[in-house]
């Protein structure tokens, strides 16, 4: 039983079982610590508030780049797939922020080529000079297709002749193929993307990488100037082939083949081939989820046809210990070795499906607390990029101002020519010509460095040719300053009154003292703006250096509303980036998780399984019990604190465990079936006479049987009930109809009573004797208990009426009322009887009592009536009417009753005037005013007629009118019915 037992560990619910303790190791009994190197850059949700909504401009993502390069992180690793390429888009401060041109100063350059920004070009440029970016890419295992027959078999027809003209389009491809344009409609898409991308390949199988240009040629031939769908999927097909091209690089080449059961990777996406060509290095992404979804393993090295691409953790850890991936191999399946340039080889276990097991860090649940690796938010970074370029453009808009200045300064000219009259032109001509070529040189020398299609003397040249001409330009901005200044100095001193004498004097003096006013406001104003904001960056680096400085920073999507969030044992919303850093955290500091092989866990199952069978076998079942417990728990400990925390053993801990469990419960409801069914057999005997959850609990529990033969004095709560007038009832009609309204009546008060845990004494024809806490049944709230069971079986009753109010005996079911006794205190409850003939009951004056308060219901119209004790109790949760101080037949003492009439609060304001009106008649009579009790109780009649409480005591004012009682009358009502 225990070997077949142990196969648990191959069902999906025992995975399951198993994946769950391993979570809780993972997160208990951890004492991996995270690596200080290693730092998130988090794109969360206050960054998409800084920078905008995803997915960012590229330029965005190069522009950290930057900064983490110059606040000099160590490596950068980017979980991004960037694998489409990003338009350009033009970027100038002249534009506003939606869209409309602000100042056209076009002296200071025409928008040209140059000023545009290209995403690719800006995030190529800044993983170049940085590198030591380390970037995603996506892995497949699958092409997906649609799985019909019909249609895999018109692909593969469709694939054959686009391999021979793809430029054939749906009218012409559906007529060769004989098909309704709708169905080549319906697959010619994914089909051309796939021939585009075959035939670019072939070309593309030598060493020499094709052009654009060639490969639109030879494949579309005249119409590669269509701007059309083909076009698309051809240069998609291109960019793709480029991409790998560049990818190659950071593929492995193992000298031999790694002989293990790794994943594999039918197809790569790469990224954007600028981006490929840029980088250090490009890694994998992909992740692969257990059942459940939850991520605890990632596929350390994937295959692709003769090569091997590494996962992200794993090509940074060879940057960063200076491993050699080419000379790596793998021992007995499960442990890959890879050699350093100096010092011990790294050893990676892996699992039977050939990946490695996350090890996660202790500190790892509390990330969001900033308690594991450091997290920066990228908002932060980009803060200091937003500075730079506010900077930058707030030199741009200064230029924009001195241009002005500089045309104030320079004025106009006339110029004559021999076929005109005399022109006026702008004195600043030159000036104007001179900006615009350094701009245009500018844009130039810069489009020239991220495009990197100039060689280097052309490009030094470039930059050269724009410094000089910027010194120019600075020269002249200085000139015109001081020009200005020193014209308007003369001009102030000239009184307003000769000014006015002259138009031309009034116009000068207007227009440079509006280029002073901008040097003096809208100058001065930015120069105050830009060192606020030096002094803001030069802050921002002195907080982020020590943070950035050395460190090993992950760039990973980290908002909530959407992107990389995956479960993992840590936390159920874990940003996939940080998988990533685990994994690298991991072979930094060499711990790893090793699972246990399948074939050493079931043994030990098995060997645990036969050791808790033979102590279950031959020993008591306390012992047993106990046994079995101290080792589960000492093989919980072992498994946890040793194997897992110690030396980073996955050792299975639920099929085990369960094994144990099980193995001991078969074994021990194997010895104890005998005595089982000797307890199901005094169940059923004792069912005959009490409910059969009594019954059962009396028959389990020891201690009940015990009680159930002890006679004790006890507090306890007894419940009388009958059904009015039902004895005349019965002699009215057949007996099969009596024993059907009777039966139905008794089983459906005894399911109501039993469901609050009452138990039944005895059937008393139609009337019912229960109590409440009972020597085997204790109730610590038993007199609450009993009320509420009262007004179930009064609703129960309700109940009854309606659901046979269309049964033959309707009339019958109709007619009955049901009264009921309530009483508590002191009895004695145990079996009482003969050897022959013995009862689970109880005996006592309170016992009694509830038997008289039960017809008692009638002198006064109630259906529920309580003694004080009761009342006294429960008070607090229920509405009462007093009704007297009764005095039953054969008791000398007196006794107060009460109608039970409803829950706390549920009494409407009309019944409780009633009862308060009823109340005080009591005390009218119990203080002996016979004839202010008579006029109370009739004035309630007037209201009330058939009030029988009220006709009781204006009978017993009248007949105590013509017989005073004795002197020490009690103000009891005596009952003289029994």
Known sequence: MTASLSMLFNTEAGRIAEYWTFDARMRFCNNVLPSTPIVHIDIDNSALERVGRWPWHRQHVAEIIRSLHELGAANIFIDLLLSEPESAYLDDPRIGQFGESGDPATALGEFTEENYVYPDLELAAAMREAGNVILGMEARNIRATDGSKEKAELRTRMEDMLRKRFTLDEQELAKSLGQPVSEVASVIAGVKTRIAEELVMKLAGGNKLPSEESVLTAILGERKETQNADRKDVQQAYFIMR??????????????????????????????????????????????????????????????????????????????LGLMPEKMTIEDSSTVVIPRTSGDPIRIPLDETGEMVIQWTRTAPHWRADADFKHITAAKLYALVDAKKQLSNNE??????????????????????????????????????????????????????????????????????????????????????TAVQLTCQEIDEISPD??????????????????????????????AANKSLTESITALRAELAPEIKGKHTFIGYAATAEGDIVPTPIDPRTIGVMCHAHVLNGILQDRFISPAGRRTERGIAILLGAIVSLVTATRGPRFALLSTLGLMLAYVLFVCLVLFQRWGIWFALAAPVTTLFITWAFVTLFRQFTAERDK?????????????????RIA????????????????????????????????KENPEVVQHVLNTYLERMSRVIWSHRGLINKFMGDGIMAFFNPSVDPLEDHVSIACETCMATIEELDKLKRDFANDKDARIFEQLSMRIGLSTG????????????????????????????????????????????????VKDKFEFRYLAELQVKGKA?????????????????????????????????????????????????????????????????????????????NGALELKEK
């Open 826 to 873: 002191l009895c004695k409850n145990g079996d009482l009887g003969s050897e022959l003939k013995a009862d689970y009951t109880v005996i006592g004056d309170v016992v009694n009592l509830a038997a008289r308060l039960e017809p008692a219901n009638k002198v006064f119209g109630s259906r529920i009536m309580v003694s004080g004790a009761v009342r006294n109790l």
């Open 893 to 969: 003492a007196t006794v107060p009753v009460y109608e039970l009439l409803c829950r706390k609060g549920a009494l409407s304001e009309e019944e409780r005037t009633y009862v308060d009106r009823f109340e005080a008649g009591v005390e009218l009579y119990k203080q002996g005013k016979w004839d202010e009790c008579i006029v109370h109780f009739t004035r309630i009649l007037a209201r009330r007629f058939d009030d029988v409480g009220a006709s009781r005591y204006v009978d017993a004012c009248t007949e105590f009118k013509r017989f005073p009682p004795d002197d020490g009358w």
């Open 396 to 481: 741009r808009l200064r230029d924009y101002k001195l241009a002005d200045v500089v045309a104030v300064s320079k004025g106009q000219l006339k110029v004559t020519t021999a076929s005109g009259p005399a022109e006026s032109v702008h004195a600043d001509h030159a000036f104007r010509k001179r900006v615009n070529e350094q701009l245009v040189i500018a844009r130039k020398a810069h489009l020239a460095r991220l495009r990197a299609d100039s060689s280097p003397d052309q490009l030094a040249s470039l930059e050269k040719q724009a410094a000089i001409l910027l010194d120019e330009i600075r020269r002249d901005q200085r000139q015109a300053i």
């Open 680 to 696: 199901r057999m005094f169940a059923k005997q004792l069912s005959q006479y009490t409910s059969p959850i009594i019954a059962s």
């Open 498 to 527: 000769e000014l006015a004498k002259d138009a031309a004097a009034m116009e000068d003096a207007r227009r440079y003292r509006w280029a002073r006013d901008l040097i003096n406001n809208d100058i001065a104003r930015i120069d």
């Open 243 to 320: 991409g790998l091209r560049a990818v190659e690089r950071s593929l492995i080449r193992p000298a031999a083949p790694l002989d293990a059961a790794l994943h594999s990777a039918t197809e790569l996406v790469p990224p954007c081939h600028r981006l490929t060509d840029a980088v250090a290095t490009v890694a994998a992404v992909n992740f692969t989820p257990d059942i459940g979804g939850t991520l605890r393993r990632v596929p350390l090295i994937l295959k692709y046809h003769d090569t091997y691409v590494p996962h992200m953790g794993l090509a940074g850890a060879c940057r960063i």
């Open 700 to 731: 389990e529990n020891p201690d009940a049987v015990a009680a159930f033969k002890t006679v004790q004095t006890r507090d306890m709560t007894f419940f009388f009930s009958d059904l009015a007038g039902f004895t005349t009832i019965s002699e």
